[in-house]
C-alpha cells in the first residue's frame, strides 16, 4: 500500500490542453514536493509546498498543498511536448522523504 | 547537469554476485540518499548519510550496506543480489539533512541488472 497514492497513472493530452495531477494520503505531511523525471535521468524537484493551502506557481504550473497537508495538485496549463516525463509527488514523512508511484504524462504535438 | 556523479551508468551481473555502486555529491554538500527505482515498488528510499554519519534508514535490505567516506562520497554495497534486486539505483544529494525541505539533487542514476 502507498502511503502517497497519485491519480492518473497515466495522462496522454494533446499539446494546448490543461490537466490535474493529484497526490492523496491519509496521512499529514510536514512538507510536501513535486517532481519531474525524464527517461534515462533522475528525478528533478519542482516546487516544495510547506503551508497547508499554499499555492505555487512556476511558469504554466501551478501546486496546491491541502489546508489538512494531507493533499496536494499540479495543474498544467496549455501542455506542451517539453511537459512529458513521470512527475512524482514526495511528502516528508517523519525523517524520510515518502514518493508516490508517479504519473506517466504524455503531452502530443 | 544536477552536479551528482554515480558510477557504474549500467551494471550487468549474476544472481549470488555482490556489488558496488558509487556516488559523488554535488561540491558543498554533506548529505547522500540513495533510491532504489523499480516498476512495481516505484521510487523507495533506501538510506542517508550525512557527513559520513547514517542520518536516517529507509526500506534498505540486510544484504545492502553504504557508507559515506570522509571526502563525502558514498558506495551502496549491494550483496547477494537476487533477480528482483534488478532496479535503477539513485544517489542524490543536499546542504543539510532536511529530508523535504532541503533540495535534492539527483544523479543519473546505475542501473542494475541480474540474471
Known amino acids: 500500500t502507498q502511503l502517497l497514492e497519485q491519480s492518473p497513472q497515466f495522462l496522454s493530452i494533446q499539446e494546448g490542453e490543461n490537466l490535474t495531477v493529484y497526490c492523496n494520503s491519509s496521512s499529514v505531511f510536514s512538507s510536501l514536493q513535486w517532481y519531474r523525471q525524464e527517461p534515462g535521468e533522475g528525478p528533478v524537484l519542482l516546487v516544495t509546498v510547506v503551508t497547508g493551502g499554499e499555492v505555487k506557481k512556476l511558469k504554466r504550473l501551478t501546486f496546491q498543498f491541502g489546508d489538512a497537508r494531507k493533499d496536494s495538485s499540479l495543474h498544467i496549463t496549455a501542455a506542451q511536448p517539453g511537459d512529458t516525463g513521470l512527475y512524482l509527488c514526495?511528502?516528508?514523512?517523519?525523517?524520510?522523504?515518502?514518493f508516490g508511484a508517479g504519473t506517466i504524462l504524455r503531452v502530443k504535438s | 547537469d544536477s552536479g551528482v556523479t554515480q558510477t557504474p551508468k549500467h551494471l550487468i551481473t549474476a544472481t549470488g554476485q555482490r556489488v558496488t555502486l558509487r556516488c559523488s555529491p554535488r561540491?558543498?554538500?554533506?548529505?547522500v540518499y540513495w533510491y532504489q527505482q523499480s516498476l512495481d515498488q516505484g521510487l523507495q528510499f533506501l538510506i542517508q548519510?550525512?557527513?559520513?554519519?547514517?542520518?536516517a534508514k529507509g526500506n534498505i535490505l540486510e544484504r545492502f550496506s553504504a557508507q559515506q567516506f570522509p571526502d563525502l562520497h558514498s558506495e551502496l554495497n549491494l550483496s547477494s543480489l537476487e533477480l528482483g534486486d534488478s532496479a535503477l539505483y539513485f544517489c542524490a544529494s543536499s546542504v543539510s539533512g532536511s529530508q523535504g525541505t532541503d533540495t535534492q539533487y539527483f544523479g543519473p542514476g546505475t542501473r542494475l541488472t541480474v540474471l
Open positions: 548519510y550525512y557527513n559520513g554519519e547514517e542520518r
Open positions: 561540491s558543498g554538500d554533506l548529505s
Open positions: 514526495a511528502g516528508q514523512y517523519g525523517n524520510k522523504l515518502v
